[in-house]
């Protein structure tokens, strides 16, 4: 058994268990949440979930012992996922929704890094083991255009341009109601939901977060938003536009109708990324991939324009 034993220091109080493990340890937050998961993780002498905040001075005693994991599982291609761009550098693909983009606990769907690898893609070795060459993120339940590196090169400048906001993100998204203003500005900060691990909120003293909107085209009941992101917290979007009282159409986590969502044929949110423009790593020429609606938003939106 390799325990170690750690006092949290100051400045992780307050802290979520599994961060604090990837900042004590070096770990991922994969590892982490794995070592937490399996009860090799005590708090004072108890288990706790990865999700406890920690209290300065805590005793943590973490038991290092390599999993014994199952046989790696050959990756699986993904159907309907199309690459839209591929060079030496990099490739960018049409996320199809119910497609993860890279593994993690719990989830044992298809993935985009997976689909890569069996489809024979080669991607950056930089990242954590699970999100090898995944410089951002696509929600499961979001389709659209994503980046994956798959130069070494290329993974440190996309993730500094992710960084620096310099990339351009546009999204298209179905939203109960009608805004008002038409278009406007969210700039709120976003951190997990208190009472809901699996959530996300606008929470006081959260991560910077930062969202436009313009309204494409209103219906009797949901408008048509065009969304840009100047920053990109997980379900940044859904979390905004939840926030001001318009959830996307088919998104019950944030409080849409499920009526309206069983009217138009939905079973999920009704948001696309249809663009993506950002700077080519080796050749500094910009780059602008766009991608169609797919079928089941196409459908819902017809819906909507034919006055359900």
């Known amino acids: 058994m390799a325990e170690r034993l750690l006092p949290v220091p100051d400045g992780l109080a307050g802290e979520r268990l599994d961060v604090a493990l990837t900042r004590m340890l070096g770990l991922s937050r994969v590892r982490a949440a794995e070592l937490v998961g399996d009860g090799l993780v005590l708090v004072d002498g108890r288990p706790a979930a990865k999700s406890d905040r920690l ?19 050959p990756p699986e291609p993904v159907p309907g996922m199309r ?16 497609v993860a983009a890279h593994p993690s606990p719990g989830w044992t769907g298809p993935t985009v890094v997976g689909g890569l690898a069996a489809a024979g893609y080669r991607v950056s070795t930089s990242g954590a083991a699970e999100r090898q060459g995944v410089v951002h993120r696509l929600d499961v339940g979001t389709s659209g255009v994503m980046v994956v590196a798959k130069s070494e090169r290329a993974y440190t400048s996309l993730k500094r341009q992710f960084k620096e906001r310099t990339v351009d993100k546009t999204y298209h998204a179905v939203v109960q109601g009608h805004p ?23 929470v006081a003293g959260g991560k910077p977060s930062i969202t436009h909107y313009d309204t494409l085209e209103a219906f009797p009941h949901a408008s048509l938003l065009e969304v840009h992101l100047e920053t990109g917290r997980t379900h940044q979007i859904r979390v905004h536009l939840s926030a001001l009282r318009h959830p996307c159409v088919g998104d019950p986590l944030y409080g849409a109708d499920p009526g309206l969502s069983k009217r138009l044929g939905l079973t999920r949110q009704w948001l696309h990324a249809v663009r993506l423009a950002f700077e080519h790593p080796a050749t500094g020429d910009r780059v602008e991939v766009a991608s169609d609606y797919p079928a089941d ?6 819906r909507l324009r034919d006055g359900l």
């Open 180 to 202: 008002d203003p038409l278009s406007g500005t969210v700039d709120a900060p976003i951190d997990r939901h208190p009472g809901h691990d699996y959530r996300f909120a606008v």
């Open 297 to 302: 938003l196409v459908t819902a939106l017809d």
């Open 55 to 73: 209290l300065p001075g805590s005793l943590l005693a973490v038991d290092l012992r390599e999993p014994t994991a199952d046989p790696p599982q």
């Open 83 to 98: 690459v839209l761009v591929d060079d030496d550098d990099l490739v960018v693909v049409d996320k199809p929704v119910g």
